[in-house]
């Protein structure tokens, strides 16, 4: 028996890229100087917007495995993977896709770069 009681299935998962690598690093990091924010900046936001976190839930994950597009957001279901992310688009995509339901296309990372 679950002491919490049941919770509610998640109607979409963020999952934004919380990878910061040393300096002169093979690969580009996604957090680093003037994107270190976007994650508290998107909790914020969702909060403001009025998006339930118990459906809608942000999930810092390690490498994403798109580091030269970085930084970068998937969006379950659906396989959505923005990239280059800032305040902007962020905004943008959290009031048309999490909370509209569509996607923000020009947004999405190239087609060509899924295998």
């Known amino acids: 028996m679950n002491p919490m009681g049941p919770m509610p299935k998640p109607k979409n998962i963020l999952f934004m ?14 957090v680093r100087e003037g994107t270190r924010d976007l994650f508290m900046f998107t ?19 390690g490498c994403l495995n798109r580091c030269g597009f970085g930084p970068v957001m998937l969006v379950e279901p ?22 509209g339901g569509k996607p923000v296309e020009e947004y999405l990372i190239p087609e060509d770069f899924w295998a």
């Open 17 to 30: 890229c919380q990878v910061e690598r040393p300096p002169h690093f093979p690969k580009p990091s996604c």
């Open 78 to 99: 659906g396989e959505y993977m923005y990239v280059n992310l800032t305040k902007e688009k962020i905004e943008r995509i959290l009031k048309e896709h999490i909370q």
């Open 43 to 61: 909790q914020q936001k969702m909060e403001e917007l009025g998006i339930d976190p118990f459906t809608n839930w942000l999930i810092p994950t």
